[in-house]
């Protein structure tokens, strides 16, 4: 079962990967860096078990939003629910295709 604990660990990791992508890209390209890379960035979806990177299936469904400020997010930022734990948190991406993992009680159904 995901914790916040291991999904911050995921992210700290793919912060530092995306800093390493951005000065690669300069030295060797956009496409060089791309097909370096790919496998790795590929690491984050398999460790937090998703399965579909572009989110195809969930951005077709209705979002929830935040009822109240939560790290950094604004209240009412709509989040599309991937998956929700046992733990009380729920694993989401925003419409910008941020991945968030937040207390599922502080989400609340669109209108």
Known sequence: ????????????????????????????????????LAEIDNLQYKYLGIQDPEFTEVLQQEPKVLLKEYEGLPKYQKIHVIREQDNGMTLGVTTSKMIVFIPSVILGGVG
């Open 1 to 36: 079962m995901l914790d916040e604990k291991t999904f911050h660990m995921i992210q700290d990791y793919m912060l530092h990967l995306n800093d390493l992508y951005f000065e690669l890209e300069q030295e060797l390209g956009a496409d060089k860096t791309d097909s370096l």
